[in-house]
């Protein structure tokens, strides 16, 4: 079994930053895509962020392009989100996953092999 974990979550003003971490334990991540989607309230999840094993290829939804940046660590099997020039309308719960697909189903949304429980990021006005 494989465990997601996230942290780092919180409440933030607009315009300021936070970091998410996403740590994972359980068996070997060798060539697993990692990523983020979110969830606002009353909203439908949404894909945020992935990156490739390797790190070579990133992707993001347009709406974070040049504000957040995913980045990983394959030695500690972590994963992270650095957000910057935050805005309300990123208020929601963040979470982690994984997929030995690759990115291409994080856009998608499907063959998503593991998910976190969540954390939740709060941008106020």
Known sequence: QVQLVESGGGLVQAGGSLR?????SGRTFRGIAMGWFRQAPGKERE???A?????D????VDSVKGRFTISRDNAKNTVTLQMNSLK???TAMYYCAAAYGGTYYFRVQRGIDYWGKGTLVTVSS
């Open 20 to 24: 998410l971490s996403c740590a994972a």
């Open 47 to 49: 894909f945020v962020a």
């Open 51 to 55: 990156i490739t094993w390797g790190g």
């Open 57 to 60: 290829n990133t992707e993001y």
């Open 88 to 90: 309300p309308e990123d």
